[in-house]
């Protein structure tokens, strides 16, 4: 069976998740506790040598990185989230390589310095804090601005460009990234979040979190 490592903190492990939820497939969700740093130990590197998550096992074939990840799962299931056609896969990649490079990142950012690091008991890097807030201010209308004309990122049909924004922009509330202003995000986020693939993974990444702390 498909086993899926990783923390449910870790948005790139829920975009594993979310998708393997979506093409119905059956998995093994192991979690593993990167503050115990069960990342860093031997069984664990043996699987992913960065010590990162997410990793999946798929009957003795392991993977990492989840944009990898999750184009493997969509190819073995022949499912249309990853399209075969060359044009239209062609605008997944580049959407979900936009996404990665420059949203993805951005909230990692914030995250790190508004949450992360003072609960850990670090730092604030304030210039990484404003870096973040700053990319996300000039790329969050490039990504809401397709989404007015079409229902999804990449086009007409749901695909893993917008399991990549939806996992990139899951802990912006947590994060006190006010994303209300962009209306056509807003709206496409509020009927992915409502679907089974996402409900079955968690309610909120606020509600993880606050679960998280309050035991």
Not at 19 to 30: F, I, S
Not at 170 to 182: K, M, N, T, Y
Request: charged content about 25%.
């Amino acid at each position: 069976m498909l086993k899926i490592y990783g923390a449910d903190l870790s948005s790139p492990s829920n975009k594993v998740r979310f998708v393997a939820n979506e093409l119905g497939l059956e998995y093994e969700y192991v979690k593993v506790n990167l503050i115990d740093g069960d990342n860093q130990k031997e069984a664990h590197l043996k699987l992913h040598p960065g010590g990162k998550v997410p990793v999946v096992n798929d009957d003795g074939f392991v993977l990492f990185e989840s944009n990898a990840i999750i184009r493997y799962l969509a190819d073995k299931a022949e499912s249309l989230l990853y399209p075969a056609a060359a044009k239209q896969r062609a605008l997944v990649d580049q959407w979900s390589d936009f996404v990665a490079q420059h949203i993805a990142t951005a909230v990692g950012r914030v995250l790190m310095n508004r949450v992360f690091a003072p609960f850990l008991n670090q730092e604030v890097d304030e210039r990484s804090l404003a870096d973040g807030l700053s990319f996300l201010e000039r790329f969050l209308p490039v990504v809401d601005a397709p989404l007015k004309e079409q229902r999804y990122l990449a086009g007409g049909e749901l695909s893993l460009a917008d399991f990549n924004l939806l996992s990139a922009l899951d802990p912006v509330e947590v994060a006190q990234v006010d994303i209300s202003g962009h209306l056509n995000i807003t709206r496409w986020r509020q009927d992915l979040m409502g679907r089974d693939f996402y409900t079955k993974c968690h309610k909120s990444y606020g509600d993880v979190l606050a679960a998280m702390a309050g035991g």
